[in-house]
């Protein structure tokens, strides 16, 4: 791969990619967090959960998860075997509760198409329920090692910043950044594995969203958007993440309540969870939708015990 190749992937800075290679490996190699689902004795399906549950939540919040979730479920049968319902309770308040689902229908469809285990082509990832090109991406590389370009808002930064010389990555991942990535690919299977993990660490540690730590970056001495002064952003307005009164908000008070009751649980108890009816319903409603929660008869709810579908 040369500079041109990779310059001509988008970005206004020509870069080597082994300049950034070498240096980036060699950081995480000496600074990288020990978290359960990099050790061997994760293998695939820990990497999978881990993936699952990482999506827009931080480590400090997954880590007491993770660790419950497989000594409870250490094998995608053990998960499979159970009630839908069982995965959701036991997500906790991560967040984003059809993550709990969905990987639950993996399980399903691992156990069944895969004979439970985590299948090591990509494609076959890509066809399991509830994985999309990253997370089939992230486990074909993490847990198998193979050649796969890994974009997560971690990894997105550090290009934009490295690379791209800009202070933050479009809101949507763009074909211009995947060309990116692509091309700053190393060519050997082991050694790309190694970058995916290195850049996306080096976002979640050094190169964070703010108060980046460029006297630490293994980098900073040719990181384009650092040589250029660090010019402010000036794309699109980023979207913030509210919490506080919205539906989202409403519908985790709603399964809280679901998941530490032990029965199902009547309308008159779901009422007292938030004074405003309207919303209050409708999140209700947004929930039965989604399948995270089962009306019953006589006005009671409960956690879904029918077995999740996938395609």
Known sequence: ????????????????????????????????????????????????????????????RVLPVYEQWLSRWPRPADLAAEAPGEAVRAWGR????????????????????????????????????????????????????????????????????????????????????????????????????????SSMELGALICTAKNEGCVRCPIADRCAWRLAGKPQYEGPARRGQTYAGTDRQVRGKLLAVLREAVAPVPQVVLDAVWDEPVQRTRALDGLVADGLVEPMENGVYRLPQSRAEHR
Do not use: C
């Not at 800075?13 to 967090?33: E, K, M």
């Not at 004795?41 to 993936?51: I, L, N, Q, R, T």
């Not at 991942?173 to 993990?197: I, S």
């Open 1 to 60: 791969m040369t500079a041109t190749s990779a310059h001509s992937a988008s970005s206004p800075t020509a870069v080597d990619p082994a300049a950034l290679h070498t240096p980036v490996i060699a950081w995480f190699d000496s600074n990288a967090r020990d978290l359960p689902w990099r050790r061997p004795e994760a293998g695939a399906w820990g990497v999978m959960v881990s993936e699952f549950m990482l999506q827009q939540t931080p480590v400090n």
């Open 94 to 197: 991560l967040g984003y509760p059809r993550r709990a689902l969905r990987l639950h229908g993996a399980a399903q469809a691992i156990t069944e198409r895969h004979g439970g285990d985590v299948p090591r082509e990509h494609a076959q990832l890509l066809s399991l329920p509830g994985i999309g090109e990253y997370t089939a991406a992230a486990v074909a590389s993490f847990a198998y090692g193979q050649r796969h370009a890994v974009l997560d808002t971690n990894v997105r930064r550090v290009f934009a910043r490295a690379v791209a010389g800009v202070q933050y990555p479009p809101n949507a991942t763009t074909a211009a950044e995947r060309k990116l990535a692509r091309a700053l690919l190393p060519e050997d299977a082991p050694t790309a594995a190694r970058w995916a993990a």
